[in-house]
């Protein structure tokens, strides 16, 4: 079974809305004009891509990084892999950075039981909650920016659910005040 790892920018109260800038969105590019640049935050970033065997995304996520990514050479390594794409409404995958449409939670879970390394998804907050509903979360990558945000797209969900054990196997803190939170699912 395949390891299915969300990896998220957030903010001490869970939004994880316009980390890098998105128009519209009042604290849009949070990560950067809020907190100093700490290069050693970001060591994670590096370390899962290199791990990750396939990347999957949210619809909105997908059409933003498809027109951007492919051009970027610290990408290189998403570039190449597979790509999955989460969405009832696609109806074609980008040219320029091809990906596999999935409808379906249920077609996320039976790609977790294929062959192959991790998993890995980025941005995608509405994905990221529905797959953690869904229980096929097996590890969380945080980012936690010492920022309390207000209102925005949240990683977690306000569903009504049984608790959900993590385990805090990866933390650090750095001089900005981010710190860096890798928690397993705990079945």
């Given at each position: 079974m395949r390891t299915l790892i969300i990896t998220a920018f957030v903010s001490v109260d869970g939004v994880m809305e316009a980390p890098g800038g998105e128009p519209g969105y009042r604290n849009s590019g949070w990560t950067f004009n809020a907190v100093p640049m700490d290069e050693a935050a970001y060591e994670i970033k590096s370390r899962e891509q290199e791990e990750a065997a396939a990347l999957l995304l949210g619809r909105r996520s997908?059409?933003?990084f498809a027109p951007v990514w492919p051009s970027m050479e610290e990408f290189a390594g998403y570039n190449s892999m597979p790509?999955?794409?989460?969405?009832?409404?696609l109806t074609e995958d980008d040219p320029r950075w091809p990906a596999t449409v999935l409808r379906t939670l249920d077609e996320v879970a039976e790609l977790k039981k294929t062959e192959g390394g991790p998993i890995s998804v980025h941005g995608s907050a509405e994905l990221a909650r529905g797959l953690a509903d869904a229980g096929l979360v097996?590890?969380?990558?945080l980012l936690v920016f010492p920022l309390l945000l207000g209102s925005g797209k949240r990683l977690f969900s306000?569903?009504?659910?049984d608790l959900t054990k993590l385990k805090l196997v990866e933390h650090e803190v750095y001089s900005n005040g981010v710190q860096k939170q890798v928690f397993d699912v705990l079945r």
């Amino acid at each position: 079974m395949r390891t299915l790892i969300i990896t998220a920018f957030v903010s001490v109260d869970g939004v994880m809305e316009a980390p890098g800038g998105e128009p519209g969105y009042r604290n849009s590019g949070w990560t950067f004009n809020a907190v100093p640049m700490d290069e050693a935050a970001y060591e994670i970033k590096s370390r899962e891509q290199e791990e990750a065997a396939a990347l999957l995304l949210g619809r909105r996520s997908y059409e933003a990084f498809a027109p951007v990514w492919p051009s970027m050479e610290e990408f290189a390594g998403y570039n190449s892999m597979p790509r999955y794409v989460v969405s009832s409404k696609l109806t074609e995958d980008d040219p320029r950075w091809p990906a596999t449409v999935l409808r379906t939670l249920d077609e996320v879970a039976e790609l977790k039981k294929t062959e192959g390394g991790p998993i890995s998804v980025h941005g995608s907050a509405e994905l990221a909650r529905g797959l953690a509903d869904a229980g096929l979360v097996d590890r969380y990558h945080l980012l936690v920016f010492p920022l309390l945000l207000g209102s925005g797209k949240r990683l977690f969900s306000e569903a009504d659910k049984d608790l959900t054990k993590l385990k805090l196997v990866e933390h650090e803190v750095y001089s900005n005040g981010v710190q860096k939170q890798v928690f397993d699912v705990l079945r």
